[in-house]
């Protein structure tokens, strides 16, 4: 099968930077999404890494290594606004229309 | 227009009622999905759809029963739901063969 776990919370304060690690376990591989979600809200497309290296966003980059099945989303200059839940995402192997998603961080920022 | 929309917002229904939720896009996404979320948790996949047909169900129970009934159009019909089945549904959609998917805000549902 496929999974993807992720810390369950990091706290961080305005300004700082933070990284959102997320490991998975899947036999073959199509690449790695990021999203986030405020509180209430939909989840949005951050990021797509499908080779390895990092991917950059403005203050979001995003970067992958297959050869340790890991990746972690890199937020700069961190903002109160930033505060939400990020989730890593992979495509189901059989049917690539379909997400398998990460356990979910909740990112909170402080003042 | 880069957005999906759903309806309603909220819903409250009793375990008796008979209910829909809609979700509509123009972006020309082949690729449309029902998910459901509970809080703290990710998105846990119900029903896709593409090119108007039913590609998964995630062995969802036939109290929820979805329709496609065009390419920018999803429905969910909900009948006898149950307590449990109180949570933020989602829809999104997508182009085939690309990765990004596009939520609508969801509909948060409440069974009493």
């Known amino acids: 099968g496929q999974s993807l776990e992720q810390p369950s919370e990091v706290t961080a304060v305005e300004g700082a930077i933070v990284q959102i690690n997320c490991t998975y376990q899947t036999s073959g591989f199509y690449g790695l999404s990021w999203y986030q979600q405020h509180d209430g809200g939909a989840p949005t497309f951050l990021s797509y890494n499908a080779l390895d290296g990092l991917e950059e966003t403005g203050r979001f980059s995003s970067f992958l290594s297959r050869s340790d099945s890991y990746g972690y989303l890199l937020l700069q200059e961190l903002q109160m606004k930033d505060s939400a839940s990020y989730f890593c995402a992979v495509k189901n192997l059989y049917n690539t229309d379909k997400l398998i998603f990460g356990t979910g961080t909740r990112l909170q920022v402080f003042p | 227009d880069t957005e999906v929309t759903q309806t309603p917002k909220h819903l409250v229904m009793g375990m008796t009622n008979k209910k829909s939720l809609k979700c509509e896009q123009h972006?020309?996404?082949?690729?449309m999905y029902w998910y459901k979320q509970k809080a703290k948790k990710p998105p846990e996949l119900m029903f896709v759809y593409s090119y108007e047909k039913l590609s998964i169900n995630e062995s969802v129970p036939s109290r929820f029963s979805p329709e496609c009934p065009n390419s920018s159009l999803l429905n969910l019909h909900l009948h006898a739901l149950q307590p449990e089945d109180s949570a933020l549904y989602l829809c999104?959609?997508?182009?085939?063969?690309?990765?990004?998917?596009?939520f609508g805000p969801g509909t948060r549902l409440t069974v009493t």
């Open positions: 999104a959609s997508k182009q085939l063969k690309f990765c990004k998917q596009y």
């Open positions: 972006m020309g996404h082949r690729a």
